[in-house]
């Protein structure tokens, strides 16, 4: 099976456990965790009960990642042992690190892609086996003022104490990241933000000096740029630096990324990109989230031509452009 | 004029591909968050109820901690150790009562407190949860704001256990050493922790610690494990090839080496004593090191146990109920 028909594979399962939850409530009929503010104290409850029910299902999922250098979390999304994580924990691609389960269960696991923009990781356990994993939610399945949960290992794994957990509120979603009121600390880097249906959508990153403002990757960014961060080496900031530029800045939308403006005297404005055009595509590629705009066009040298395929109006236009480079502070 | 503009426009792309100069995202009102001024609403009578079994223990008109009253006579609990040199409470009507103290537990870091009032008036006391130690993980959880004006509210966050002891320290960096027949040397003396104010020096050379000559490191923290903050060690330094003699009152890991851990420098003020605990209960709750000795409550509104360590911004413990009511239960017995 490819890794693409994989990742199709968990969103249907995710789909199955979603939907039934969703369709046996009706319009006036919300579950306690989707209204604004839970009423009394049989409504909190009902928050509990969810959250502790699913607890039981994906924490077997959530391993600790231990290097020379420090530890960081993450949780298993396939039965062969792949692991979202942060970028900032792995590092980069190839490296060796020992993932420690729930039990104790110490594996070594292998570095995969990733991108320093969303702080995403990937890593995969070597050995070949089986094992518990929790679904990935479906892309833009979460918003703003959805409960969630995190799991990680602050300040480390302990096995007496085990997996931690911490409630709370999506408090802003961007388009690279999602914030939340959970509370978190060096450890939890690259541990599941959970919905309350159990399905990750997001990977700790950033703990704020606010305790109760820290950051996370999105699923967004795992699923647009997938095969991106399985097969090629971590984009870093210095590759967005080093790499090809187009001179655009977006807002990410549902129907693609709309241009807010155009840098004078770049590739975008001699190939006549305007503020409001919506870009879809880049050599073919859907472009669904930010970043991967930013991936696509930075992977590639300075000087190589691309195909953009963007929306005007109602028309729909078709456009080769060479790549300029991005211009540095002299 | 061109290297400026490729200044400014180079400035202007990044900040427009990381940051968000024209659209601003809708974030979640401050109220409807977890810790916001509504959730607790949600609570009704209960969350009243909660707020006038706690009061705070003020010394020198500063809060520094927070007790549950246990009596309706008007007795109340809290941690001894950051209780010491109370004078008066506050409760959540901002009334304040003269206290003394009528008894201390240093194995639990348990006290209990009387309130002196000349009205005899009957105070509200909580109401316990029994055997709270089971508490399943992900179980709501509140606590008293720090001005007894509303609720902190979180989960019980990991597995109900004991916390060992994490031993006193000297506040000192030594040589890592193996086998030394000179000494082992003092690279590092952490100002005003316990060495230094005992006249520990960099470069001594310790070859004795409570009259057993030492060899390697390992031999000197066998020593410091069995013992705790406050006690007293005896140790014989070679300086300049004359032997001194010191005597060190051991300190807190907490005041000596947690202000070298990036997560404790994020996690802001913590208890002194937050180890040697024969069992917690740990949560999630936003409370400071000034709200401990208050109570735990579950939804019912009773109390789970006593607060009694914040150890990280992500870490707090507990003392359940089958920890703290034996202890209170003989206290109450002793009393007239």
Known sequence: MGLSAMLFAYMVVAQVIVLPLFSQDGENNFSAWEKELPQSIGELKEIQKQMQSVLQRVRNTVVSVEAEDGAGSGVLISSDGLILTAAHVIGERGRKMQIVFPDGQKLEALSLGGSEISDAGILKIIEPGEWEYAPMALANNSKVGDWCFALGHPSGFDADRGLVLRVGRIIEKKEETLQTDCRLLGGDSGGPLFSVYGEVIGIHSRISQSPEDNFHTTVESFISNWEYFLNEELHTFGDMQKGGFLGVSCKQATDGLHILAVVPNSPAMNANLQPGDVLKRVDGMPLDTREKLMILISSKPPGSLVAIDYLREENEISVQITLGERLVEE | ?336
């Not at chain 2, 024209?22 to 909660?50: F, H, M």
């Not at chain 2, 223990?57 to 007795?75: K, M, T």
């Not at chain 2, 086998?179 to 316990?194: D, N, R, T, Y």
């Open chain 2, 1 to 336: 004029m061109k290297s400026r503009l490729v200044i400014l426009w180079n400035f202007l792309s990044l900040s427009f591909l990381f940051g968000e100069p024209l659209s601003l995202p809708v974030a979640l009102a401050p109220e409807y968050r977890l810790n916001g001024s509504s959730i607790g609403n949600a609570l009704g009578q209960t969350k009243d109820d909660i707020l006038r079994s706690i009061v705070g223990l003020y010394r020198n008109e500063r809060l520094i901690a927070h007790g549950v009253i246990v009596d309706p006579r008007g007795f109340l609990l809290t941690k001894a150790s950051s209780s010491v040199g109370a004078r008066i409470i506050k409760s959540c009507q901002n009334e304040s009562f003269p206290i003394r103290i009528r008894k201390r537990d240093e194995v639990t870091d348990l006290a209990l407190w009387e309130i002196v009032s000349s009205s005899a008036s009957s105070w509200n006391s909580a109401t316990w949860e029994e055997e709270s130690n089971v508490t399943d993980l992900g179980s709501w959880a509140f606590s008293a704001s720090a001005s007894l004006e509303g609720i902190g509210l979180g989960v019980i966050s990991a597995t109900s256990r004991p916390i060992g002891r994490e031993g006193g320290v000297m506040g000192v960096l030594l040589k890592e050493t193996n086998s030394s027949s000179h000494g082992i040397e003092v690279l590092e003396v952490l100002p005003q922790a316990a060495g230094d104010r005992a006249g520990l020096k960099i470069s001594d050379r310790i070859i004795r610690v409570d009259g057993r000559p030492v060899k390697n490191t390992g031999q000197i923290n066998r020593v410091l494990q069995n013992k705790d903050p406050g006690d007293l060690l005896t140790v014989v330094v070679n300086r300049k090839d004359n032997e001194v003699v010191l005597r060190i009152t051991l300190g807190h890991q907490a005041v000596a080496f947690d202000l070298f851990n990036r997560n404790l420098i994020m996690s802001g003020p913590v208890s002194k004593r937050k180890d040697n605990f024969s069992l917690i209960l740990q949560h999630d709750l936003p409370v400071t090191k000034e709200m401990m000795g208050g109570g735990l409550f579950n939804l019912q509104g009773h109390c789970l146990g006593i607060n009694i360590a914040r150890v990280d911004r992500v870490t707090n413990y507990t003392l359940p109920s089958n920890v703290v009511l034996p202890v209170l239960n003989k206290w109450l017995d002793l009393l007239p």
